[in-house]
Protein backbone atom coordinates (compact mmCIF):
# COMPACT_ATOMS: atom_id res chain seq x y z
CA UNK A 1 0.00 0.00 0.00
CA UNK A 2 1.07 3.66 -0.36
CA UNK A 3 2.69 5.50 2.94
CA UNK A 4 0.44 8.51 1.00
CA UNK A 5 -3.33 7.98 2.07
CA UNK A 6 -3.94 11.26 0.22
CA UNK A 7 -2.82 10.49 -3.24
CA UNK A 8 -5.65 7.96 -4.61
CA UNK A 9 -3.82 8.01 -8.22
CA UNK A 10 0.44 8.26 -8.07
CA UNK A 11 1.87 8.18 -11.60
CA UNK A 12 5.57 8.42 -11.89
CA UNK A 13 7.53 8.06 -14.71
CA UNK A 14 5.01 6.56 -17.11
CA UNK A 15 5.97 5.70 -20.54
CA UNK A 16 4.40 3.37 -23.38
CA UNK A 17 5.34 3.08 -26.84
CA UNK A 18 3.28 0.90 -28.73
CA UNK A 19 4.17 -2.30 -30.80
CA UNK A 20 6.11 -1.38 -34.46
CA UNK A 21 5.60 2.53 -33.04
CA UNK A 22 8.54 4.70 -33.13
CA UNK A 23 7.86 7.28 -30.82
CA UNK A 24 6.40 7.09 -27.30
CA UNK A 25 2.37 7.56 -27.22
CA UNK A 26 2.98 8.58 -23.51
CA UNK A 27 6.56 10.03 -22.61
CA UNK A 28 7.98 10.17 -18.61
CA UNK A 29 4.76 11.54 -17.32
CA UNK A 30 4.28 11.79 -13.26
CA UNK A 31 1.49 13.30 -11.11
CA UNK A 32 -0.72 12.65 -8.39
CA UNK A 33 -4.49 12.90 -7.90
CA UNK A 34 -5.60 13.74 -4.24
CA UNK A 35 -8.58 11.77 -3.02
CA UNK A 36 -12.20 13.18 -3.47
CA UNK A 37 -10.53 16.15 -6.12
CA UNK A 38 -11.80 16.31 -9.93
CA UNK A 39 -9.06 16.15 -11.86
CA UNK A 40 -8.79 16.76 -15.48
CA UNK A 41 -5.83 15.53 -17.92
CA UNK A 42 -6.81 18.01 -20.93
CA UNK A 43 -4.48 18.19 -24.09
CA UNK A 44 -5.28 17.88 -28.57
CA UNK A 45 -6.44 14.70 -30.00
CA UNK A 46 -3.88 12.49 -30.50
CA UNK A 47 -1.84 13.91 -27.52
CA UNK A 48 -1.50 10.26 -24.96
CA UNK A 49 -4.96 10.84 -23.17
CA UNK A 50 -6.77 7.72 -23.90
CA UNK A 51 -3.85 5.91 -23.74
CA UNK A 52 -2.60 7.11 -20.27
CA UNK A 53 -6.53 6.19 -18.79
CA UNK A 54 -5.90 3.47 -20.63
CA UNK A 55 -2.90 1.88 -18.51
CA UNK A 56 -4.52 3.55 -15.38
CA UNK A 57 -7.83 1.22 -15.86
CA UNK A 58 -5.72 -1.67 -16.14
CA UNK A 59 -6.70 -2.49 -19.93
CA UNK A 60 -3.60 -1.37 -21.55
CA UNK A 61 -0.09 -2.21 -20.60
CA UNK A 62 2.43 0.52 -19.42
CA UNK A 63 6.30 0.16 -21.31
CA UNK A 64 7.67 1.64 -18.03
CA UNK A 65 6.78 3.44 -14.79
CA UNK A 66 5.03 3.09 -11.73
CA UNK A 67 1.21 3.36 -11.24
CA UNK A 68 -0.40 3.00 -7.87
CA UNK A 69 -4.55 3.58 -7.96
CA UNK A 70 -6.16 3.41 -4.27
CA UNK A 71 -2.93 2.27 -3.08
CA UNK A 72 -2.79 -1.35 -5.31
CA UNK A 73 -0.01 -1.13 -7.69
CA UNK A 74 -1.72 -1.61 -11.16
CA UNK A 75 0.81 -4.43 -12.30
CA UNK A 76 0.76 -6.96 -9.20
CA UNK A 77 -2.60 -5.70 -7.64
CA UNK A 78 -4.45 -5.23 -10.69
CA UNK A 79 -8.03 -7.09 -9.31
CA UNK A 80 -7.85 -4.79 -6.35
CA UNK A 81 -6.93 -1.89 -8.33
CA UNK A 82 -10.59 -2.85 -10.91
CA UNK A 83 -12.56 -2.98 -7.47
CA UNK A 84 -12.12 0.26 -6.78
CA UNK A 85 -12.67 2.06 -10.03
CA UNK A 86 -15.34 2.88 -12.51
CA UNK A 87 -14.72 3.91 -15.82
CA UNK A 88 -16.99 5.33 -18.65
CA UNK A 89 -14.92 4.74 -22.22
CA UNK A 90 -14.98 7.34 -24.84
CA UNK A 91 -16.92 4.62 -27.17
CA UNK A 92 -20.20 3.57 -25.05
CA UNK A 93 -19.39 0.50 -24.11
CA UNK A 94 -23.10 -0.82 -23.80
CA UNK A 95 -24.39 -4.24 -25.13
CA UNK A 96 -26.93 -3.23 -27.33
CA UNK A 97 -28.80 -6.31 -27.43
CA UNK A 98 -29.50 -5.97 -23.88
CA UNK A 99 -31.90 -3.73 -22.24
CA UNK A 100 -30.88 -1.12 -20.09
CA UNK A 101 -31.27 -2.84 -17.12
CA UNK A 102 -29.88 -5.69 -18.22
CA UNK A 103 -26.59 -3.70 -18.82
CA UNK A 104 -26.67 -3.14 -15.19
CA UNK A 105 -27.01 -5.94 -13.60
CA UNK A 106 -24.40 -7.42 -16.19
CA UNK A 107 -22.31 -4.87 -14.45
CA UNK A 108 -23.75 -5.89 -11.04
CA UNK A 109 -22.88 -9.37 -11.38
CA UNK A 110 -19.87 -9.27 -12.82
CA UNK A 111 -18.58 -6.96 -9.64
CA UNK A 112 -20.03 -9.91 -7.69
CA UNK A 113 -22.25 -7.35 -5.86
CA UNK A 114 -25.54 -9.35 -6.53
CA UNK A 115 -25.87 -12.73 -7.12
CA UNK A 116 -26.89 -14.22 -10.48
CA UNK A 117 -30.55 -13.62 -11.47
CA UNK A 118 -32.15 -13.93 -14.90
CA UNK A 119 -34.60 -11.40 -14.38
CA UNK A 120 -35.34 -7.79 -12.72
CA UNK A 121 -37.89 -9.11 -10.42
CA UNK A 122 -35.89 -12.08 -9.33
CA UNK A 123 -33.13 -9.76 -8.28
CA UNK A 124 -32.83 -8.80 -4.61
CA UNK A 125 -34.59 -5.96 -3.21
CA UNK A 126 -31.88 -4.10 -2.58
CA UNK A 127 -30.71 -4.07 -6.13
CA UNK A 128 -34.25 -3.08 -7.37
CA UNK A 129 -34.40 -0.21 -4.86
CA UNK A 130 -30.47 1.45 -6.37
CA UNK A 131 -31.30 0.69 -9.77
CA UNK A 132 -34.96 2.60 -9.37
CA UNK A 133 -33.19 5.51 -7.26
CA UNK A 134 -30.69 6.06 -9.71
CA UNK A 135 -33.15 5.78 -12.82
CA UNK A 136 -34.94 8.37 -11.43
CA UNK A 137 -32.34 10.42 -10.61
CA UNK A 138 -30.74 10.46 -13.90
CA UNK A 139 -34.58 10.42 -15.83
CA UNK A 140 -34.40 6.72 -16.67
CA UNK A 141 -36.90 5.51 -15.03
CA UNK A 142 -39.50 5.17 -17.62
CA UNK A 143 -36.84 3.84 -20.35
CA UNK A 144 -34.85 1.31 -17.89
CA UNK A 145 -36.39 -1.78 -19.36
CA UNK A 146 -35.89 -0.35 -22.42
CA UNK A 147 -33.43 -2.07 -25.00
CA UNK A 148 -30.10 0.02 -25.12
CA UNK A 149 -31.28 0.55 -29.09
CA UNK A 150 -33.60 2.84 -28.46
CA UNK A 151 -31.53 4.83 -25.90
CA UNK A 152 -30.27 8.46 -27.29
CA UNK A 153 -26.44 9.02 -26.94
CA UNK A 154 -26.98 11.51 -23.71
CA UNK A 155 -28.87 8.66 -22.23
CA UNK A 156 -26.64 5.99 -22.89
CA UNK A 157 -23.87 7.94 -20.96
CA UNK A 158 -26.03 8.48 -18.10
CA UNK A 159 -26.94 4.60 -18.12
CA UNK A 160 -22.93 3.70 -18.49
CA UNK A 161 -22.76 6.33 -15.45
CA UNK A 162 -25.19 4.34 -13.54
CA UNK A 163 -23.34 1.36 -13.94
CA UNK A 164 -19.80 2.35 -13.42
CA UNK A 165 -21.27 3.94 -9.82
CA UNK A 166 -23.42 0.33 -8.73
CA UNK A 167 -20.16 -1.01 -7.00
CA UNK A 168 -19.32 2.25 -5.20
CA UNK A 169 -16.00 2.43 -6.46
CA UNK A 170 -13.49 5.36 -5.12
CA UNK A 171 -12.12 6.37 -8.64
CA UNK A 172 -14.54 7.51 -11.76
CA UNK A 173 -12.79 7.76 -15.09
CA UNK A 174 -14.36 9.52 -18.05
CA UNK A 175 -12.92 9.29 -21.32
CA UNK A 176 -13.70 12.00 -23.00
CA UNK A 177 -17.50 11.37 -21.95
CA UNK A 178 -19.58 14.27 -23.79
CA UNK A 179 -18.18 13.51 -27.15
CA UNK A 180 -20.75 13.66 -29.69
CA UNK A 181 -23.44 14.65 -27.23
CA UNK A 182 -25.48 17.91 -27.86
CA UNK A 183 -24.92 20.94 -25.32
CA UNK A 184 -27.87 20.38 -23.53
CA UNK A 185 -26.94 16.56 -23.38
CA UNK A 186 -23.25 17.52 -22.16
CA UNK A 187 -24.94 20.20 -19.77
CA UNK A 188 -27.20 17.59 -18.07
CA UNK A 189 -24.62 15.24 -17.95
CA UNK A 190 -22.08 17.56 -16.06
CA UNK A 191 -24.85 18.65 -13.63
CA UNK A 192 -25.30 15.28 -12.88
CA UNK A 193 -21.42 14.12 -11.95
CA UNK A 194 -21.20 17.29 -10.02
CA UNK A 195 -24.13 15.69 -7.61
CA UNK A 196 -22.31 12.05 -7.82
CA UNK A 197 -19.29 13.84 -6.95
CA UNK A 198 -20.72 15.72 -4.21
CA UNK A 199 -22.81 12.56 -2.61
CA UNK A 200 -20.59 9.96 -3.30
CA UNK A 201 -17.57 11.58 -2.26
CA UNK A 202 -15.64 10.15 -5.44
CA UNK A 203 -12.42 11.34 -7.14
CA UNK A 204 -13.18 12.51 -10.81
CA UNK A 205 -10.45 11.90 -13.44
CA UNK A 206 -11.28 13.43 -16.94
CA UNK A 207 -9.81 13.79 -19.87
CA UNK A 208 -11.25 16.20 -22.34
CA UNK A 209 -10.83 18.44 -25.14
CA UNK A 210 -13.18 21.00 -24.19
CA UNK A 211 -12.02 23.68 -22.02
CA UNK A 212 -15.34 24.71 -20.03
CA UNK A 213 -15.11 21.18 -18.65
CA UNK A 214 -12.13 21.32 -17.55
CA UNK A 215 -12.42 24.92 -15.95
CA UNK A 216 -14.07 23.53 -13.09
CA UNK A 217 -11.94 21.01 -12.14
CA UNK A 218 -9.46 21.44 -8.95
CA UNK A 219 -6.33 20.48 -10.54
CA UNK A 220 -5.08 19.89 -14.55
CA UNK A 221 -2.43 18.05 -16.42
CA UNK A 222 -1.84 19.53 -19.79
CA UNK A 223 -0.28 16.84 -22.09
CA UNK A 224 0.97 17.32 -25.59
CA UNK A 225 2.84 14.79 -27.81
CA UNK A 226 2.87 12.31 -25.30
CA UNK A 227 4.49 14.56 -22.54
CA UNK A 228 3.24 16.36 -19.63
CA UNK A 229 3.28 20.28 -21.19
CA UNK A 230 1.63 22.12 -17.80
CA UNK A 231 0.77 21.44 -14.51
CA UNK A 232 -1.48 23.50 -11.86
CA UNK A 233 -4.82 24.49 -10.94
CA UNK A 234 -7.11 26.18 -13.69
CA UNK A 235 -6.68 29.69 -11.84
CA UNK A 236 -3.00 28.65 -11.36
CA UNK A 237 -2.55 28.01 -14.84
CA UNK A 238 -3.57 30.77 -15.87
CA UNK A 239 -2.08 32.93 -13.74
CA UNK A 240 1.54 31.53 -14.74
CA UNK A 241 1.11 31.99 -18.40
CA UNK A 242 -1.35 34.88 -19.41
CA UNK A 243 -2.46 36.03 -15.67
CA UNK A 244 -4.76 38.76 -14.88
CA UNK A 245 -4.79 42.21 -16.21
CA UNK A 246 -6.31 45.75 -16.01
CA UNK A 247 -7.16 47.48 -19.40
CA UNK A 248 -7.42 51.15 -19.07
CA UNK A 249 -7.72 54.45 -21.36
CA UNK A 250 -8.30 57.70 -21.21
CA UNK A 251 -9.16 61.16 -23.36
CA UNK A 252 -5.69 62.72 -21.58
CA UNK A 253 -3.88 59.81 -22.78
CA UNK A 254 -0.46 61.57 -22.70
CA UNK A 255 -1.19 62.61 -18.70
CA UNK A 256 -2.37 58.60 -18.08
CA UNK A 257 0.55 57.24 -19.48
CA UNK A 258 3.18 59.99 -17.77
CA UNK A 259 1.10 59.11 -14.65
CA UNK A 260 1.50 55.27 -14.85
CA UNK A 261 5.15 55.99 -15.47
CA UNK A 262 5.44 58.09 -12.29
CA UNK A 263 4.08 55.47 -10.39
CA UNK A 264 6.14 52.82 -11.77
CA UNK A 265 3.97 50.79 -13.09
CA UNK A 266 4.79 48.32 -16.03
CA UNK A 267 2.34 48.63 -18.58
CA UNK A 268 1.92 47.78 -22.11
CA UNK A 269 0.35 49.34 -25.33
CA UNK A 270 -0.47 53.31 -26.34
CA UNK A 271 -3.79 53.45 -25.35
CA UNK A 272 -5.94 51.15 -24.07
CA UNK A 273 -2.77 50.35 -22.01
CA UNK A 274 -2.47 47.06 -20.12
CA UNK A 275 -1.27 46.74 -16.61
CA UNK A 276 -0.33 42.80 -15.41
CA UNK A 277 -1.64 42.67 -11.96
CA UNK A 278 1.00 39.99 -10.66
CA UNK A 279 -1.20 38.99 -7.49
CA UNK A 280 -1.67 42.67 -6.74
CA UNK A 281 -5.23 43.97 -5.42
CA UNK A 282 -6.00 45.84 -8.56
CA UNK A 283 -8.53 48.00 -6.47
CA UNK A 284 -5.26 49.33 -4.77
CA UNK A 285 -3.55 50.08 -8.26
CA UNK A 286 -6.95 51.97 -9.43
CA UNK A 287 -7.16 54.15 -6.31
CA UNK A 288 -3.69 55.84 -6.99
CA UNK A 289 -4.63 56.96 -10.34
CA UNK A 290 -5.81 60.56 -10.39
CA UNK A 291 -6.09 60.71 -14.69
CA UNK A 292 -10.07 60.46 -15.51
CA UNK A 293 -10.73 57.30 -17.07
CA UNK A 294 -12.94 56.66 -20.36
CA UNK A 295 -12.32 52.57 -19.64
CA UNK A 296 -11.47 50.35 -17.53
CA UNK A 297 -11.70 46.43 -17.35
CA UNK A 298 -10.09 43.69 -15.41
CA UNK A 299 -9.71 40.99 -17.43
CA UNK A 300 -9.33 37.87 -16.02
CA UNK A 301 -8.18 35.31 -19.08
CA UNK A 302 -9.70 32.49 -20.18
CA UNK A 303 -8.31 28.57 -19.52
CA UNK A 304 -8.78 28.28 -23.20
CA UNK A 305 -6.64 31.07 -23.93
CA UNK A 306 -4.28 29.91 -21.52
CA UNK A 307 -4.27 26.10 -23.45
CA UNK A 308 -3.94 27.69 -26.82
CA UNK A 309 -0.64 29.38 -25.67
CA UNK A 310 0.70 26.09 -23.95
CA UNK A 311 -0.16 23.91 -27.27
CA UNK A 312 1.57 26.29 -29.32
CA UNK A 313 4.47 26.49 -27.25
CA UNK A 314 5.18 23.19 -26.62
CA UNK A 315 4.45 22.24 -29.95
CA UNK A 316 6.80 25.13 -31.21
CA UNK A 317 9.32 23.49 -28.02
CA UNK A 318 9.10 19.83 -29.31
CA UNK A 319 9.63 20.81 -33.21
CA UNK A 320 12.50 23.19 -32.54
CA UNK A 321 14.13 21.84 -29.58
CA UNK A 322 17.12 23.89 -27.90
CA UNK A 323 19.86 21.88 -25.88
CA UNK B 1 -14.46 -18.29 -5.79
CA UNK B 2 -17.91 -17.86 -5.60
CA UNK B 3 -17.70 -14.50 -7.38
CA UNK B 4 -16.13 -15.81 -10.03
CA UNK B 5 -18.96 -18.76 -10.38
CA UNK B 6 -21.59 -15.53 -10.70
CA UNK B 7 -19.70 -13.98 -13.21
CA UNK B 8 -18.90 -16.87 -15.26
CA UNK B 9 -23.00 -17.55 -15.38
CA UNK B 10 -23.54 -13.89 -16.05
CA UNK B 11 -21.11 -13.94 -19.34
CA UNK B 12 -22.68 -17.40 -20.38
CA UNK B 13 -26.54 -16.50 -19.80
CA UNK B 14 -25.82 -12.95 -21.91
CA UNK B 15 -24.58 -14.91 -25.14
CA UNK B 16 -27.67 -17.45 -24.58
CA UNK B 17 -30.23 -14.12 -24.36
CA UNK B 18 -28.64 -13.01 -27.29
CA UNK B 19 -29.57 -15.94 -29.05
CA UNK B 20 -32.98 -16.36 -27.50
CA UNK B 21 -33.82 -12.87 -29.11
CA UNK B 22 -32.27 -13.22 -32.62
CA UNK B 23 -34.50 -14.55 -34.61
CA UNK B 24 -33.03 -14.58 -37.38
CA UNK B 25 -29.79 -16.29 -35.99
CA UNK B 26 -32.10 -19.23 -35.14
CA UNK B 27 -33.78 -19.63 -38.38
CA UNK B 28 -30.14 -19.89 -40.00
CA UNK B 29 -29.43 -22.45 -37.50
CA UNK B 30 -31.99 -24.99 -39.45
CA UNK B 31 -30.00 -24.18 -42.51
CA UNK B 32 -26.84 -26.77 -42.17
CA UNK B 33 -29.05 -29.31 -41.43
CA UNK B 34 -31.49 -29.14 -44.14
CA UNK B 35 -28.25 -29.07 -46.58
CA UNK B 36 -26.09 -31.91 -44.39
CA UNK B 37 -28.68 -33.98 -43.81
CA UNK B 38 -31.81 -33.66 -45.86
CA UNK B 39 -30.09 -32.92 -49.07
CA UNK B 40 -27.10 -34.20 -49.05
CA UNK B 41 -27.68 -37.23 -46.68
CA UNK B 42 -30.72 -38.33 -48.25
CA UNK B 43 -28.84 -38.41 -51.84
CA UNK B 44 -25.96 -40.03 -50.57
CA UNK B 45 -28.78 -42.95 -48.44
CA UNK B 46 -30.57 -42.95 -51.80
CA UNK B 47 -27.56 -44.22 -53.74
CA UNK B 48 -25.29 -45.46 -51.71
CA UNK B 49 -27.24 -47.62 -49.13
CA UNK B 50 -26.93 -50.84 -51.34
CA UNK B 51 -23.31 -50.64 -50.51
CA UNK B 52 -23.09 -49.84 -46.97
CA UNK B 53 -23.73 -51.92 -44.11
CA UNK B 54 -25.60 -49.14 -41.57
CA UNK B 55 -27.70 -46.58 -42.63
CA UNK B 56 -25.89 -43.03 -44.41
CA UNK B 57 -28.60 -41.14 -42.67
CA UNK B 58 -27.83 -41.76 -39.66
CA UNK B 59 -24.16 -41.38 -40.36
CA UNK B 60 -24.53 -38.09 -41.49
CA UNK B 61 -26.57 -37.35 -38.35
CA UNK B 62 -24.15 -38.01 -35.88
CA UNK B 63 -21.69 -36.06 -37.86
CA UNK B 64 -23.45 -32.75 -37.84
CA UNK B 65 -24.56 -33.47 -34.25
CA UNK B 66 -20.31 -32.71 -33.74
CA UNK B 67 -19.55 -30.66 -36.37
CA UNK B 68 -22.80 -28.20 -34.83
CA UNK B 69 -21.33 -28.32 -31.55
CA UNK B 70 -17.62 -27.83 -32.01
CA UNK B 71 -18.81 -25.84 -34.57
CA UNK B 72 -21.11 -23.26 -32.75
CA UNK B 73 -19.04 -23.29 -29.55
CA UNK B 74 -15.52 -22.53 -32.09
CA UNK B 75 -17.53 -19.35 -33.79
CA UNK B 76 -18.83 -18.32 -31.18
CA UNK B 77 -16.11 -17.64 -29.22
CA UNK B 78 -15.32 -15.32 -32.11
CA UNK B 79 -17.67 -12.98 -30.74
CA UNK B 80 -14.99 -11.50 -28.42
CA UNK B 81 -13.13 -10.21 -31.28
CA UNK B 82 -16.47 -8.51 -31.90
CA UNK B 83 -17.05 -7.41 -28.56
CA UNK B 84 -13.21 -6.02 -28.86
CA UNK B 85 -14.06 -3.62 -31.53
CA UNK B 86 -17.68 -2.56 -30.14
CA UNK B 87 -15.85 -1.67 -26.85
CA UNK B 88 -17.99 -3.97 -25.06
CA UNK B 89 -15.12 -6.31 -23.75
CA UNK B 90 -13.73 -2.91 -21.98
CA UNK B 91 -16.24 -3.62 -19.56
CA UNK B 92 -15.59 -7.25 -19.26
CA UNK B 93 -11.64 -6.36 -18.55
CA UNK B 94 -11.92 -3.63 -16.14
CA UNK B 95 -14.23 -5.76 -13.96
CA UNK B 96 -12.01 -7.63 -11.18
CA UNK B 97 -13.05 -11.31 -11.89
CA UNK B 98 -10.15 -13.55 -13.86
CA UNK B 99 -9.47 -13.80 -17.22
CA UNK B 100 -10.05 -17.11 -16.98
CA UNK B 101 -13.51 -16.74 -15.71
CA UNK B 102 -14.03 -14.76 -18.63
CA UNK B 103 -12.83 -17.19 -21.41
CA UNK B 104 -14.54 -20.29 -19.25
CA UNK B 105 -18.09 -17.77 -19.26
CA UNK B 106 -17.82 -16.97 -22.81
CA UNK B 107 -17.29 -20.88 -23.52
CA UNK B 108 -20.16 -22.37 -21.42
CA UNK B 109 -22.49 -19.46 -22.84
CA UNK B 110 -21.56 -20.08 -26.28
CA UNK B 111 -22.00 -24.12 -25.46
CA UNK B 112 -25.65 -23.22 -24.35
CA UNK B 113 -25.68 -21.95 -27.63
CA UNK B 114 -24.97 -24.72 -29.58
CA UNK B 115 -26.98 -26.66 -27.55
CA UNK B 116 -30.02 -25.02 -28.34
CA UNK B 117 -28.59 -25.57 -32.24
CA UNK B 118 -28.25 -29.05 -31.67
CA UNK B 119 -32.31 -29.32 -30.56
CA UNK B 120 -32.83 -27.85 -33.76
CA UNK B 121 -30.60 -30.70 -35.51
CA UNK B 122 -32.31 -33.37 -33.45
CA UNK B 123 -35.66 -32.12 -34.12
CA UNK B 124 -34.98 -31.68 -38.00
CA UNK B 125 -34.36 -35.37 -37.96
CA UNK B 126 -37.52 -36.60 -36.27
CA UNK B 127 -39.44 -34.82 -38.33
CA UNK B 128 -37.51 -36.23 -41.33
CA UNK B 129 -37.60 -39.86 -39.80
CA UNK B 130 -34.17 -40.09 -39.60
CA UNK B 131 -33.93 -43.46 -38.14
CA UNK B 132 -32.57 -42.96 -34.37
CA UNK B 133 -31.78 -44.99 -31.21
CA UNK B 134 -33.56 -42.78 -28.85
CA UNK B 135 -31.15 -44.44 -26.20
CA UNK B 136 -28.01 -44.11 -27.73
CA UNK B 137 -28.95 -40.25 -28.07
CA UNK B 138 -29.37 -40.27 -24.26
CA UNK B 139 -26.13 -41.80 -23.97
CA UNK B 140 -24.33 -38.68 -25.83
CA UNK B 141 -26.02 -35.68 -24.00
CA UNK B 142 -23.43 -35.56 -20.96
CA UNK B 143 -20.73 -35.79 -24.25
CA UNK B 144 -21.95 -32.55 -25.28
CA UNK B 145 -20.51 -30.50 -23.01
CA UNK B 146 -17.09 -31.93 -23.24
CA UNK B 147 -17.31 -31.40 -27.47
CA UNK B 148 -18.78 -28.27 -26.93
CA UNK B 149 -15.77 -26.95 -24.56
CA UNK B 150 -13.52 -28.73 -26.94
CA UNK B 151 -14.52 -26.52 -29.43
CA UNK B 152 -14.75 -23.08 -27.26
CA UNK B 153 -10.90 -23.48 -26.53
CA UNK B 154 -10.31 -24.13 -30.35
CA UNK B 155 -12.01 -20.74 -31.88
CA UNK B 156 -10.03 -19.32 -28.64
CA UNK B 157 -6.73 -20.32 -29.80
CA UNK B 158 -7.62 -18.78 -33.27
CA UNK B 159 -9.21 -15.76 -31.87
CA UNK B 160 -6.75 -15.21 -29.71
CA UNK B 161 -4.24 -13.04 -32.41
CA UNK B 162 -7.10 -11.88 -34.35
CA UNK B 163 -8.00 -8.37 -33.90
CA UNK B 164 -10.79 -7.76 -36.21
CA UNK B 165 -13.77 -9.47 -36.44
CA UNK B 166 -13.59 -9.16 -40.44
CA UNK B 167 -10.01 -11.35 -39.99
CA UNK B 168 -12.16 -14.33 -37.65
CA UNK B 169 -14.68 -14.30 -40.83
CA UNK B 170 -12.46 -14.90 -43.41
CA UNK B 171 -9.84 -17.28 -41.90
CA UNK B 172 -12.21 -19.03 -39.82
CA UNK B 173 -14.14 -20.79 -42.72
CA UNK B 174 -10.69 -22.03 -44.21
CA UNK B 175 -9.80 -23.36 -40.66
CA UNK B 176 -13.03 -25.52 -40.64
CA UNK B 177 -14.27 -26.41 -44.03
CA UNK B 178 -11.50 -29.03 -44.88
CA UNK B 179 -11.96 -30.16 -40.94
CA UNK B 180 -15.51 -31.13 -42.64
CA UNK B 181 -13.98 -33.94 -44.96
CA UNK B 182 -11.09 -34.76 -42.55
CA UNK B 183 -13.52 -35.27 -39.79
CA UNK B 184 -15.79 -37.48 -42.08
CA UNK B 185 -18.95 -34.90 -41.10
CA UNK B 186 -20.52 -36.53 -43.96
CA UNK B 187 -17.94 -39.13 -45.66
CA UNK B 188 -16.64 -42.37 -44.33
CA UNK B 189 -12.66 -42.05 -43.10
CA UNK B 190 -11.65 -45.27 -41.99
CA UNK B 191 -10.05 -45.55 -45.53
CA UNK B 192 -7.77 -43.00 -46.69
CA UNK B 193 -4.38 -42.01 -48.51
CA UNK B 194 -1.91 -41.96 -46.20
CA UNK B 195 -1.63 -37.67 -46.35
CA UNK B 196 -4.99 -37.56 -46.06
CA UNK B 197 -5.29 -39.92 -43.24
CA UNK B 198 -2.42 -37.81 -41.35
CA UNK B 199 -3.95 -34.13 -41.99
CA UNK B 200 -7.54 -35.72 -40.52
CA UNK B 201 -5.64 -37.20 -37.54
CA UNK B 202 -4.61 -33.52 -36.43
CA UNK B 203 -7.74 -32.25 -37.00
CA UNK B 204 -9.14 -31.13 -33.84
CA UNK B 205 -12.99 -31.87 -35.85
CA UNK B 206 -11.93 -35.44 -35.78
CA UNK B 207 -11.73 -36.20 -32.48
CA UNK B 208 -15.15 -34.63 -31.87
CA UNK B 209 -17.17 -36.23 -34.33
CA UNK B 210 -15.66 -39.48 -33.20
CA UNK B 211 -16.41 -39.20 -29.86
CA UNK B 212 -19.93 -38.62 -30.76
CA UNK B 213 -19.60 -41.60 -33.34
CA UNK B 214 -18.32 -44.09 -30.64
CA UNK B 215 -20.91 -43.59 -28.13
CA UNK B 216 -23.98 -43.55 -30.16
CA UNK B 217 -22.60 -46.64 -32.26
CA UNK B 218 -21.23 -48.30 -29.00
CA UNK B 219 -23.66 -51.48 -28.18
CA UNK B 220 -23.97 -51.47 -32.38
CA UNK B 221 -22.39 -53.92 -34.87
CA UNK B 222 -21.93 -51.26 -37.23
CA UNK B 223 -19.09 -49.77 -34.97
CA UNK B 224 -16.14 -51.13 -36.51
CA UNK B 225 -17.41 -49.36 -40.23
CA UNK B 226 -18.56 -46.02 -38.49
CA UNK B 227 -15.96 -45.29 -36.17
CA UNK B 228 -11.98 -44.80 -35.61
CA UNK B 229 -11.48 -45.15 -31.56
CA UNK B 230 -12.89 -46.09 -28.35
CA UNK B 231 -14.69 -43.28 -26.83
CA UNK B 232 -12.31 -43.06 -23.68
CA UNK B 233 -9.51 -42.39 -26.49
CA UNK B 234 -10.91 -39.96 -27.66
CA UNK B 235 -12.38 -38.21 -24.65
CA UNK B 236 -8.83 -37.89 -23.48
CA UNK B 237 -7.73 -36.15 -26.77
CA UNK B 238 -10.70 -33.59 -26.32
CA UNK B 239 -9.88 -32.98 -23.02
CA UNK B 240 -5.72 -32.97 -23.07
CA UNK B 241 -6.40 -30.58 -26.39
CA UNK B 242 -8.67 -28.59 -24.71
CA UNK B 243 -6.53 -27.73 -21.34
CA UNK B 244 -3.93 -26.64 -23.98
CA UNK B 245 -5.78 -25.18 -26.45
CA UNK B 246 -7.55 -23.01 -23.21
CA UNK B 247 -4.32 -22.08 -21.20
CA UNK B 248 -2.59 -20.78 -24.11
CA UNK B 249 -5.31 -19.48 -26.02
CA UNK B 250 -6.46 -17.41 -22.59
CA UNK B 251 -2.92 -16.34 -22.58
CA UNK B 252 -2.13 -15.02 -25.89
CA UNK B 253 -5.51 -13.23 -25.83
CA UNK B 254 -5.42 -11.72 -22.86
CA UNK B 255 -1.76 -10.78 -23.64
CA UNK B 256 -3.00 -9.34 -27.22
CA UNK B 257 -5.65 -7.33 -25.63
CA UNK B 258 -3.24 -5.88 -23.50
CA UNK B 259 0.17 -5.00 -24.85
CA UNK B 260 -0.72 -3.45 -27.91
Known amino acids: ?323 | MITELNAILTIAFRDLTKLLRDRARIAANFIFPTIFIGILGTSLQSNLSNQLPYNFLTFVFTGVVGQTLFQSTASGIISLVEDRQTDFAQELFISPISRYSIVIGKILGETLVSFVQVFGVILFALVFRVPLDLMALLRLFPFFVAISFFGGAFGLMVMANLSEQRSANQIFPFLLFPQYFLAGVFNPIQNLPLPLTIASRLAPMTYAIDLVRSVYYANSPQKPYTTLFPPFLNLAVVTVFFVIFISIGTYLFVRNEKNR
Not at chain 1, 230 to 239: N, V
Not at chain 1, 244 to 257: A, P, T, V
Not at chain 1, 283 to 301: A, E, G
Request: with cysteine; hydrophobic share 35%; glycine share 6%.
Open chain 1, 1 to 323: MSTNSFHIIEVIGLTKRYRKASINAVDNVSFYVEEGSFFSLLGPNGAGKTTTISILTTILSKTFGSVTLAGYDIDHQAAQVRKNIGVIFQNPSLDRNLTAEENIRFHANLYGLYPYRPTFSTMPSPYQKRVTQLAQVLGLHHDIHKSVKTLSGGMKRKLEIIRSLMHHPKILFLDEPTTGLDPISRANLWQYLQQVKQKEKITIFLTTHYLEEAENSDYICIINQGKLAHKGTPQEIKDALLGRYIELNSSHRLKLQQELQSLNFKFTGSGPFRLYLYHHNPQKIIHQITTPLNHLKIIDPTLEQAYVKIINQDTAHNSHPTT
